[in-house]
């Protein structure tokens, strides 16, 4: 069993019935729970279709009145084939499905229930500096050697003769190069704010039954100094 799987498992390994208390964990923590534990699925809203317009979607507010309304767990009975999941991670999982397009919408519903599934944090590349190494490389005899190519050549005395040489260069980059860094620190970012408003919303609407989000968060900019 994983690290992440004996940590969650504590938090289904019993079901809170009425007078006990409510279970507190951070959002990260919450959202591995709903999607590694309890297997909840990610029920998107359908795209629009551009021969009816603009489609209506639906917004955390929505998911959380009709929880409320209705006093029964969100159906997802057709993807569980008769397991049961549990109601608060039904409503976590419709929580995640409503992501506004200003953070990412449908693409980062899907990455951040795909990582809580997978017990994972985004790679925000650890520890990679940038680094100066040859484009290309070469192998004989005598080892591994940069490759170069020939940019030009020049007219020397050489012996009391003039020949004509080759200049080599050998062409460099950087690896990894410092926009992939950057992708990867604005790809956390953008899941650490996606975790911000799924916190906000949970513990605003107040619905959850055996569950308690609390303020607890990832790291925000692990690279950071300090």
């Not at 507010?61 to 999941?85: F, H, I, N, P, S």
């Not at 005598?142 to 260069?169: F, N, P, Q």
């Not at 980059?173 to 990867?184: C, K, M, N, W």
């Not at 906000?200 to 303020?215: H, K, P, Q, S, Y």
Request: net charge positive.
């Amino acid at each position: 069993m994983s690290r992440v799987d004996r940590r969650l498992s504590g938090l289904s390994a019993q079901r809170t019935g009425r007078g006990r208390a409510r279970r507190s964990m951070g959002v990260q923590a919450a959202l591995e729970w709903a999607f590694r534990i309890e297997k909840a699925q990610l029920e998107l809203p359908e795209p629009p279709d551009p021969e009816r317009g603009p489609g209506v979607g639906f917004g955390l507010e929505y998911v959380l009145m009709q929880r409320a309304a209705l006093g029964c767990k969100v159906d997802g009975g057709q993807y569980k084939m008769g397991d049961y999941t549990h109601e608060d991670a039904e409503v976590i999982a419709a929580t995640v499905a409503g992501m506004p397009d200003s953070l990412g919408g449908r693409r980062m519903a899907i990455r951040v229930a795909e990582l809580a599934r997978a017990g994972l944090t985004p790679d925000w590349m650890p520890g990679a500096v940038p680094r100066c190494v040859p484009v290309d490389t070469r192998e004989n005899q005598h080892g591994v050697r940069a490759a170069t190519d020939v940019v030009g050549t020049e007219r020397v005395l050489s012996r009391g003769k003039w020949r004509m040489i080759e200049i080599l260069a050998c062409p460099v980059t950087f690896s990894p190069h410092p926009h992939q860094i950057e992708a990867a620190h604005r790809a956390y970012d953008d899941w650490w704010a996606a975790l911000g408003w799924i916190r906000d919303g949970l513990i605003a609407g107040g619905i959850l039954r055996d569950v308690e989000v609390t303020n607890v968060m990832p790291k925000e900019r692990p690279w950071g100094k300090g």
